[in-house]
């Protein structure tokens, strides 16, 4: 609200967080449904269902941590 010329200019960083989620979201939906098809092999798709829960946990937390990492350096201003 104070500098809107600097919130236009951030704008390539919040469409690139945008997509980073994005990105998450698709291999977690294609990591689940491989595991899904593969569900006879019981201990195969358990393998790939733990990998793709860690993958999805691990991109989360290092999505969210660039994000507050952003929001404190920018220090932006309070209402």
């Given at each position: 609200m104070a500098t809107p010329d600097f919130a236009i200019s951030l704008?390539?960083?919040?469409?690139?967080?945008?997509k980073l989620i994005q990105m998450i979201a698709r291999r977690s939906y294609s990591a689940s449904s491989c595991t899904e098809s593969r569900r006879r092999r019981s201990q195969k798709s358990r393998r790939v269902g733990l990998?793709?829960?860690?993958?999805?946990?691990?991109?989360?937390?290092?999505?969210?941590?660039?994000g507050l990492l952003?929001?404190?350096?920018s220090r932006p201003a309070t209402a």
């Open positions: 704008k390539i960083l919040s469409d690139a967080f945008l990998k793709a829960l860690i993958y999805f946990e691990i991109m989360t937390t290092i999505a969210l941590t660039v952003l929001l404190f350096c």
